[in-house]
């Protein structure tokens, strides 16, 4: 395993493809299938979404995490943005307020292990999710 | 990275690339209305075998770009949606309701060329 963590700054559409891309890789190197190194990208691609969608900018950052007896992905997308006043509508599918879908993070977590969500209105947002290798 | 956008007789195919931005898809999205209006296309098909995320932003594109089609009188196929990618837009809630799916570009062809039979 060459690398552990990875940080990719978020800040443009383009960089949302960097973001999953990158997943992807680490995924892969780390003996994910492809079936769930896609849904890892998929994840990746929504959080990075959400962040230039209502925060402009923010990060991404990608590690291997140990467990027990598993290792895994952890992904942490953390932005300054305006926050989530209402986490619990957030997570409810259809939910949203940039004309999106409003699947972003109840999609989310469907597709990961783990989820994680802390908000602070006007401090920014941090969504933290993980998924097990089987 | 453009999308290349083959004339195919009366069906137009575009091949979509893996690391398609938001941008990218934008611009699909008004070429490839722009060509079924100056070609008189009947129908167009997307190729998404190459696709190996299609995430909520991305189906979204899809749907309008079938919907914008539909209103122009001419049909709409994506093809090449890989297993994985499926069960992750499924995971994630998206559909692609009210668009035609075919396995891949031959079973597209296949698929419009029967409707047009049945049309004429």
Redesign the interface.
């Not at chain 1, 943005?81 to 986490?87: E, Q, T, V, Y």
């Not at chain 1, 619990?88 to 999609?107: K, N």
């Not at chain 2, 004339?7 to 611009?27: C, P, R």
């Not at chain 2, 998206?94 to 597209?108: K, S």
């Given at each position: 395993m060459s690398v552990g963590e990875i940080q990719v700054a978020i800040k443009s559409d383009q960089d949302i493809v960097s973001a999953r891309q990158k997943g992807r890789l680490m995924a892969s190197e780390m003996g994910f299938s492809s079936g769930d190194a896609t849904l890892i990208a998929t994840a990746i691609s929504e959080l990075a979404r959400n962040i230039v969608s209502y925060a402009h900018k923010g990060q991404i950052t990608l590690k291997m995490v140990n467990g027990t007896n598993r290792q895994g992905i952890s992904v942490i997308a953390t932005d300054n943005g305006p926050g989530i006043p209402d986490i619990r509508q957030a997570l409810r599918d259809g939910f949203s307020t940039s004309g999106s879908l409003g699947l972003g993070l109840p999609g989310v977590r469907r597709l990961m292990d783990e989820f994680e969500i802390t908000s602070q209105p006007g401090r920014g947002t941090t969504v933290a999710v993980k998924k097990w290798r089987q | 990275m453009e999308v290349p956008i083959l004339k195919q007789g009366a069906v137009l195919i575009a091949t979509f690339q893996a690391?398609?931005?938001?941008?990218d898809l934008n611009q699909l999205r008004m070429g490839l209305v722009q060509q079924v209006v100056k070609f008189r296309s009947r129908a167009v098909i997307v190729d998404v075998t190459a696709m190996?995320?299609?995430?909520?932003?991305a189906s979204?594109t899809l749907r309008e770009i079938a919907h914008m089609i539909r209103l122009r009188g001419a049909d709409t196929v994506i093809v090449g949606i890989?297993?994985?990618?499926a069960?992750?837009?499924v995971?994630?809630?998206?559909t692609l309701e009210g668009v035609a799916t075919a396995l891949d570009l031959e079973e597209g062809l296949a698929y419009l060329n029967e409707k047009f039979k049945t049309t004429n």
């Amino acid at each position: 395993m060459s690398v552990g963590e990875i940080q990719v700054a978020i800040k443009s559409d383009q960089d949302i493809v960097s973001a999953r891309q990158k997943g992807r890789l680490m995924a892969s190197e780390m003996g994910f299938s492809s079936g769930d190194a896609t849904l890892i990208a998929t994840a990746i691609s929504e959080l990075a979404r959400n962040i230039v969608s209502y925060a402009h900018k923010g990060q991404i950052t990608l590690k291997m995490v140990n467990g027990t007896n598993r290792q895994g992905i952890s992904v942490i997308a953390t932005d300054n943005g305006p926050g989530i006043p209402d986490i619990r509508q957030a997570l409810r599918d259809g939910f949203s307020t940039s004309g999106s879908l409003g699947l972003g993070l109840p999609g989310v977590r469907r597709l990961m292990d783990e989820f994680e969500i802390t908000s602070q209105p006007g401090r920014g947002t941090t969504v933290a999710v993980k998924k097990w290798r089987q | 990275m453009e999308v290349p956008i083959l004339k195919q007789g009366a069906v137009l195919i575009a091949t979509f690339q893996a690391a398609l931005s938001d941008a990218d898809l934008n611009q699909l999205r008004m070429g490839l209305v722009q060509q079924v209006v100056k070609f008189r296309s009947r129908a167009v098909i997307v190729d998404v075998t190459a696709m190996d995320v299609m995430d909520s932003f991305a189906s979204r594109t899809l749907r309008e770009i079938a919907h914008m089609i539909r209103l122009r009188g001419a049909d709409t196929v994506i093809v090449g949606i890989q297993p994985e990618v499926a069960f992750a837009m499924v995971q994630l809630g998206l559909t692609l309701e009210g668009v035609a799916t075919a396995l891949d570009l031959e079973e597209g062809l296949a698929y419009l060329n029967e409707k047009f039979k049945t049309t004429n």
